[in-house]
């Protein structure tokens, strides 16, 4: 196990977890979530097949602490610095070419929704509480929450959370797409990790990474563009495909 | 007199052209495989197809119980070995040209302005789920069975089938269902929202056309939902 500002890392059966570890709210203690360094060390293993975010104990995470923000402020730290640094971070975890979930439970707001928003697929508890109540102080979302958000939401959605703060339930989240599955509580973790199982287990890890390289592609690129990297990735794996049926076949 | 039906034979697939709709049938049965002629033969009607001004209308369907099991995999392994090569310039692995043209076609179907509809009954695996999934309509029997299995042989959906279903799905269950390669039914096809209605497979392909006809022109694939709620009232 490895731990950083209250975040720990470890890895069982290929699955990597991160666990955001500061109970009972799980603050970040940075602000900006953790150094690009740290997380791209931690999940640079090329075994790797699956990545899952929580949190200890009843609660994903509460986010940053605004005061400890505002203090740094105060003090003329370079915070646009530091935001940028996490969103590296976070831009990182989104761009990894194994499945990242983020499993949710109890509050989920701020810098910690942002944190979700950047993982692939959401499950929540039914107890499961989201909001950005960056407005209540006058701020907002800083780790791109706000284009996240939107993407998944849409515009009148995306203005309901960031710019009035509503706080919305497991069920609303469900409904605005923002989670994909509600699972009870007791079972979240053990569903999710059985989750990354099923959907990797027995499949070679080049097999993984064309299919996730392929839907970031349709995500990012214009659409004939992603379609001809997809077809690339397909004759690429066809022809090792070929090249390992050769040699099956002369043993 | 409007309903002259023109047939033209090709030796995987045949198309029909009947009181201004299209009709393209896989014909290669018991499971219709798409084998590298059909993909050659495919993509030489589909361009023609999106040229045709008196077209209303495009049906695909399978003949006999199968829409299509997919791809030939032997067949396809083989025709990418045999094209394969690096670009001299920049010595990248070139993507033979059929390959571009199999996704080119796709994309052609997506971009139709006319309504595409896919009448699926029986299996429709792999590369017939994702001609299916580039088409604006889906319509099943209640027997089919869909399913990505290219995973399962070590590959991926490679014509457009990742970008499609997880656009219809959401990433979490496209995901889950192309990294397990799972086969599933009609009713799990229409939960996840991957086909728009589940009907009599004996009068599949007749309602179809009839569904077909009843778009009139200026057709917008948006609105979709309104079409087949003022077709099936419902």
Redesign the interface.
Same mark, same amino acid.
Do not use: S
């Given at each position: 196990m490895e731990e950083t500002d209250k975040i720990t890392w470890v890895i069982k059966d290929d699955i990597g977890i991160i666990t955001l570890d500061n109970p009972p709210e799980n603050y970040l203690a940075r602000p900006e979530f953790l150094p690009y360094e740290t997380l791209k060390k931690w999940t640079s293993y090329d075994y790797l097949k699956g990545v899952i975010i929580c949190g200890t104990g009843k609660h994903f995470s509460g986010g940053g602490k605004l005061d400890k923000l505002f203090e740094m402020i105060r003090d003329e730290e370079n915070v646009e610095f530091l935001m940028n640094e996490g969103k590296t971070a976070l831009n990182h975890l989104e761009g990894l070419t194994i499945?990242v979930v983020a499993a949710i439970q109890g509050i989920c707001f701020g810098g910690g929704l942002e944190i979700a928003l950047a993982c692939?697929?959401?499950?929540c508890s039914e107890n499961a509480l989201f909001a950005f109540p960056e407005i209540n102080n006058g701020i907002l979302p800083g780790l791109g929450g706000t284009v996240r958000f939107q993407e998944l939401a849409g515009f009148p959605g995306s203005l309901k959370m960031i710019l009035g703060g509503d706080m919305i339930n497991a069920e609303d989240a469900l409904e605005l *797409?923002l989670v994909?599955?509600i699972v009870p509580k007791s079972k979240l973790f053990d569903y999710t990790f059985n989750?990354l199982k *099923?959907?990797?287990y027995?499949?070679?890890l080049?097999?993984?990474h064309?299919?996730m390289q392929?839907?970031q592609n349709?995500r990012k690129l214009p659409?004939?563009e992603?379609?001809?990297r997809?077809?690339?990735?397909?004759?690429?794996?066809?022809?090792?495909?070929?090249e390992?049926?050769t040699k099956n076949s002369g043993i | 007199m409007a309903n002259v039906a023109v047939t033209e034979s090709f030796s995987t697939l045949r198309f029909i052209i009947e009181d201004g709709i299209g009709h393209v049938i896989l014909d290669q049965p018991p499971s219709n495989k798409m084998s590298p002629d059909f993909f050659l033969e495919f993509n030489k009607i589909i361009p023609g197809i999106s040229g045709k001004d008196e077209l209303k209308a495009l049906l695909i369907s399978g003949r006999g119980r199968h829409f299509s099991s997919g791809a030939d995999l032997p067949g396809l392994l083989n025709e990418i070995q045999i094209q394969s090569g690096s670009d001299e310039h920049t010595n990248e692995p070139v993507v033979p040209s059929f390959m571009l043209s199999n996704y080119r076609s796709f994309l052609l179907l997506e971009d139709m302005d006319i309504p595409v509809i896919a009448a699926i009954r029986g299996v429709c695996l792999g590369s017939a789920l994702e001609l299916a999934l580039f088409s604006h309509f889906r319509f099943c029997g209640e027997d089919a069975v869909f399913g990505l299995p290219e995973t399962s042989f070590n590959l991926i959906p490679g014509i457009g089938g990742i970008r499609k279903m997880t656009a219809l799905t959401g990433k979490a269950i496209g995901l889950e269902y192309i990294l397990r390669g799972k086969t599933f039914d009609a009713q799990e096809a229409l939960k996840i929202g991957i086909v728009d209605r589940i009907l009599p497979k004996r009068q599949l392909v007749g309602i179809g056309l009839d569904f077909a006809g009843s778009i009139r022109s200026g057709f917008r694939k948006e609105k979709k939902r309104i079409y087949l709620k003022n077709y099936f009232h419902q």
């Open positions: 499945p692939h697929i959401r499950i *797409k994909d599955n989750l *099923k959907m990797t027995e499949r070679p080049p097999v993984i064309g299919v392929a839907l349709a659409r004939d992603a379609m001809l997809e077809t690339r990735i397909f004759c690429e794996l066809a022809l090792a495909e070929t390992r049926r | -």
